[in-house]
């Protein structure tokens, strides 16, 4: 099964549906707008199932995607390789209640948008600062500007201003 735009939640735990495929970047609009270039695609295997009364989708993400170095301005393959432990919601208490342990998706009439999904996932993933792997060598090896000593301002003792105070009178 390929990757579809979006899935019925039910059905795809029941069913235990898997999704291996990939995914062409062009297919991915908020994406592209951040890459080098479109071309390319995204690896994805995903597994559908209930875990311990939610549906769970698991799997992983990946792929070389073309970004364009923030330092040098060419564009460099950054290879991407993203775990996924979803749990697809139905409400706001249960995405609340798993918060803690899993990465809980809220799912509206027992839809996912399973591409939308995937590509928020990416788009999470993506460096800040995208630099090629000379660049990342080059500002590896300088070395680390000393950080000024912050000195902690002197403030006077207020009981030394008060004993002031008080001698002064
Ligand atoms: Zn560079």
Request: proline share 7%.
């Amino acid at each position: 099964m390929g990757i579809p735009a979006r899935i019925r939640v039910s059905s795809a735990a029941a069913q235990a549906e898997r999704y291996d495929g990939d995914l062409p970047l062009k297919s991915l609009p908020r994406l592209v707008e951040l890459l080098a270039d479109a071309g390319g695609a995204l690896r994805v295997s995903l597994q559908a199932q209930s875990r311990e009364g939610h549906v769970a989708l698991q799997g992983s993400l990946g792929g070389a995607l073309p970004l364009a170095c923030k330092r040098c301005g060419k564009s460099y393959d950054w290879p991407l390789q993203a775990e996924v432990d979803w749990r697809l919601v139905a409400d706001e208490a249960s995405e609340r209640a798993l918060m803690q342990d899993f990465e809980p998706l809220l799912v509206e009439d027992d839809e996912l948008q399973l591409r939308e999904a995937i590509e928020d996932e990416v788009l999470l993933c993506l460096p800040m600062l995208p630099r090629c792997e000379s660049c990342e060598n080059i500002v590896a090896a300088q070395p680390v500007a000393a950080a000024p000593v912050e000195e902690e301002p002197r403030r006077e003792n207020p009981f030394a201003a008060l004993k002031k105070q008080l001698k002064s009178d």
